[in-house]
C-alpha cells in the first residue's frame, strides 16, 4: 500500500551522529506503528525504533535507547530518526518500516523500504 525510500546514511566515526530520512508515496495515517529496523552480515535483524501513529508513543529497543529518537515531523510522507553517539555495533542497512500493530511489527513489519548503509567506523 506505500512505498518507503530511505535515505541519510553514511560513514560516520564512533561517537558521531547521522540523521536518516523515510520517505513514503502517501500518508503515513493508514499504519499504526511506523518504525526502523535494522540488519548486518550475520545478525539477526532488530527492531530498533517505532512510533504510534495515532498518539505518537515511542519504543526504543535497549541496544539504541538514549542515543537514538524517532520522529514524525510530517504525518504525511515522512519520518526520521536521529542516531546520536553512534558505535561500531550500530553499522548495519537501516529499514523504514510500518505495519498495523506493534506486536506484529516487532516479529516483521508488513512493508520495508529498500534500506540506507550506516557504517560506523574509524
Known amino acids: 500500500q506505500v512505498q518507503l525510500a530511505e535515505s541519510g546514511g553514511g560513514l560516520v566515526q564512533p561517537g558521531g551522529s547521522l540523521r536518516l530520512s523515510c520517505q513514503a508515496s502517501?500518508?503515513?495515517?493508514?499504519?499504526?506503528?511506523i518504525g526502523w529496523f535494522r540488519q548486518a552480515p550475520g545478525k539477526e535483524r532488530e527492531g530498533i525504533a517505532c512510533?504510534?501513529?495515532?498518539?505518537?508513543?515511542?519504543y526504543y529497543a535497549d541496544s539504541v535507547k538514549g542515543r537514538f529518537t524517532i520522529s514524525r515531523p510530517n504525518t504525511e510522507n515522512t519520518v526520521f530518526l536521529q542516531m546520536n553517539s553512534l558505535k561500531p555495533e550500530d553499522t548495519a542497512v537501516y529499514y523504514c518500516?510500518?505495519?498495523?500493530?506493534?506486536?506484529?511489527?516487532?516479529?516483521?513489519?508488513?512493508?520495508w523500504g529498500q534500506g540506507t548503509q550506516v557504517t560506523v567506523s574509524s
Open positions: 518500516t510500518v505495519d498495523l500493530d506493534l506486536d506484529s511489527w516487532r516479529v516483521f513489519p508488513h512493508s
Open positions: 502517501g500518508s503515513f495515517l493508514d499504519y499504526y506503528v
Open positions: 512510533i504510534h501513529s495515532n498518539d505518537g508513543e515511542t
